[in-house]
């Protein structure tokens, strides 16, 4: 534009006003800052749709895991867990479960031991049905699971993990996730019996306070007992507990430990602790080695057997400690 109007505004045969030429100039940049909107539009809306697209693609996968013609509820599930020569691999290639066999009875503490990477979470996700067994058997009170009406049988499990997820919301809504139509004074019981009431009441709005994206507000140990209080409040006939009670200070780790002796009671359960001393009150301890059950008893059983591996991995943590 500049090379085209100079030569006409300077000069003596000058046939361009200088006025024309500056409003021409302004109404351009007027006329310019409309069709940027329109390529930011464009841009958004190809966002967009990707995302859209990526939502979808989610929603539209078939899951793996999927009910037979006619389910069966158990109405009600007492609890008891059978693994008969349970295999398994993720990927179809490496087993993971090479033949795990036992019979976990309804109100059992089962505490699952071992090295890391040997299957111990691997168990717990089969007897939540997240995956299904390449070979042999799980029975739910004797009843094959895939049998089981799945959604119904996973409302009887709780699960306590490692990083428990919150969701973004107030805590009352956390903890009231699996029984929405919860009673106040029945979540505070749960919270009560989790000893995270006192925590709770302490926060800026009390049960009203949001937690934010996966309840990055609130500390590790503080997450944990929400959703042991969530647990309580569900009220599972079998329960998970993976790693429940690591990265936390010994006072928290005491008050989590009391919350889910409260927890555990009438329940069958299945804990997983790399600390084993959490698990002696366990009614039997399985310990699990390279996809195999290689020793199970009680804590003082296994602790008799010189040459064992629980008995070598307890030596070990005694020196530690
Ligand atoms: N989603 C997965 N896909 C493929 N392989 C997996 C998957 N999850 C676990 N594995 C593999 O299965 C084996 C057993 O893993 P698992 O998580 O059951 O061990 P673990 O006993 O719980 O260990 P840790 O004590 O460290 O938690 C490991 O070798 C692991 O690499
Ligand atoms: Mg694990």
Redesign the pocket.
């Known amino acids: 534009m500049w090379l085209f109007a100079v030569p006409r505004l300077l000069g003596s045969g000058a046939q361009l006003p200088v006025g024309t030429f500056v409003s021409f100039l302004l109404y351009t940049t007027m006329f310019l800052a409309p069709i940027d909107v329109i390529g930011q539009m464009a841009r958004t809306i190809n966002r967009a749709t990707t995302s859209a697209h990526r939502v979808f693609e989610v929603l539209d996968t078939a899951p793996e895991i999927r009910d037979v013609a006619e389910p069966v509820r158990l109405e009600p599930v007492h609890g008891r867990v059978t693994f008969e020569h349970v295999t398994f691999g ?2 179809g290639v490496r087993q ?1 479960l090479r033949g795990v066999s036992f019979d976990a009875r309804p109100g059992e503490l089962i505490g699952l031991v ?1 090295p ?7 168990i717990v996700n089969l007897i939540a049905r997240f995956y299904d067994v390449s070979g042999g058997t799980i029975r739910i009170d004797g009843v094959d699971i895939r049998r089981l009406d799945t959604g119904h049988y996973r409302r009887q499990i709780g699960m306590v993990l490692q990083d428990p997820y919150l969701f973004h919301g107030t805590v009352l809504e956390n903890i009231r996730y699996g029984l929405p139509d919860a009673p106040l004074s029945q979540v505070v019981l749960a919270a009560q019996a989790a000893n995270a009431h006192d925590f709770i009441t302490k926060l800026q709005h009390g049960y009203d306070t949001v937690v934010g994206e996966r309840g990055h507000t609130l500390s590790g140990g503080e997450r944990q007992r929400v959703s042991i209080a969530r647990a309580i409040l569900h009220d599972p006939r079998i329960l998970i507990l993976d790693e429940a009670t690591s990265s936390v200070d010994t006072e928290t780790e005491r008050e989590i430990q009391q919350a889910l002796e409260r927890l555990v009671a009438g329940r069958t359960v299945f804990a ?1 602790a ?1 600390r084993l001393s959490t698990l002696r009150k366990a009614s039997r301890l399985f310990v ?1 080695e390279e996809g195999r059950l290689i020793e199970h008893g009680t804590h003082a059983e296994l602790l008799a057997r010189p040459e064992g591996t629980y008995r070598r991995l307890y030596d070990l943590q005694v020196q530690l400690a």
């Not at 890391?116 to 691997?122: D, L, R």
């Open positions: 993720y990927d993971v071992g890391s990477g040997g299957g111990k979470t691997t997983i790399h699990i």
